[in-house]
DNA sequence: ACCTGAACACCGTTCAAGT
DNA sequence: ACCTGAACACCGTTCAAGT
């Protein structure tokens, strides 16, 4: 067996080829193992650059949030919000394992701060209070991560023939005694699993609390 | 070794476990070997309540969602859309691993459906549209699953001593020059990550927007 | 039907060792 | 420093078997 040469890794190629492995089998299917073995080396290998998996997993999730795009200028303040929204979903959709990967561990990392950076500072500008810049940066990015999230899990179980007969099974057997509304909103609900639409509508929703308030501290 | 006598297992006696397991030692060190272990029998007991892991996890989440109250009667309805966004808050917090259970596999079980059955209720009573009515459904029960998911990982973070030292230190590291809101709103953010009012704070503001959206529908 | 035990193909990680 | 190989203590699940 030919010994691997020297300084064939790197932590760079190592988290490039953990995001690809994640893209392809989903992100519970990565293993260090695996990455490893896509690689040609040992397992071991990997502990050179990482002290375990979870530092390998931020690594990924710090690589993916430096694609975003920064922030629009010149744009009328909820234009710009509506953009970094946009932004951080179209990212999620495009790197369905970013989801997993922001849900499973925390803001670390400066690429992460970067979404902060825009919000803040979009919302600064707009003259938002230091108190109600924070609590809308933080309305607002958990609103894409739990919205996001939930569309890329309903895609992710339409793929999957089995699961998908199982959700339309449980939906059906619901009877329309206990269950009115949701057995005559059925096909209205099924519109709402994902799509630019559904996530227009609650930003907008989010949006408009936000001028109404607005308006009640500066009446025009 | 005294064999295990028979039917000492049921369906409900294995959930009320893996809950147990889930909420000492977190939803991930949760494993079908571990139920076994506690209940005294080897893991393959368990196959025969259960076709495997996904369908335990599933049974868990719908024994969890059982737990939910009733949506008040005789309120006005944004009092009663509150009270079903908090009590589905609420019990999150109560058992944190609800949030990686709804988080990782879709709705399925009669009991998800209660949340969907209440909040439509609520809101076909209230007057919207059918469509409008899945819309803020579904806009309402993410913003409540990623507000939560995030708190919850939050707090998990603070309380391990490592971890809340790495983010910590990650803040501090940000220069002022690449990040000035996060810097300067520091304090402010730290305050967001969690609590009553950060989470109603965003609530009120989803609120505010869809009775703005109704005040332009049916003026007074 | 209900539970067992051995076995398979995996994990992340530690430890001691080579170069 | 950078990579290896063996080993440890786990997984979920299949398969054949007992009662």
Known sequence: M????????????????????????GADAFSLRGVAAELGVGPMALYTYFRNKDELYDAVRDHLMSLLPDVPKD?????????????????MLQHPCLAQLLAGRPLSGHE?????????????SAGFAPETAART???????????TSWEIQMAAERRDPEAW?????????????????????A????????????????????LAGLQSKT??????
């Not at 308006?215 to 025009?220: A, D, G, I």
Request: aromatic share 6%; net charge positive; with cysteine.
């Open 2 to 25: 030919a010994r691997t040469p020297r300084n064939t890794l790197s932590a760079d190629l190592i988290v490039r080829t953990a995001l690809a492995l994640m893209e392809a089998k």
């Open 165 to 185: 007969r199982r959700l339309r099974m449980s939906m059906e057997s619901l009877s329309a005694r206990d269950f009115p509304s949701v057995v005559e909103l």
């Open 112 to 124: 992460t701060a970067r979404v902060a950076e825009g919000l803040l500072g979009v919302l600064r």
């Open 75 to 91: 744009a009328p303040w909820p234009d710009q919000v509506r953009s970094v929204c946009r932004s951080l979903r179209l990212l």
């Open 137 to 147: 940066h933080t309305t607002l990015f958990t609103y894409v991560l739990g919205s």
């Open 215 to 220: 308006e009640v501290r500066t009446p025009s």
């Open 187 to 206: 096909p209205e609900l099924a519109r709402t699993t994902g799509g630019d639409e559904q996530f227009d509508y609650g930003l907008d929703l989010l």
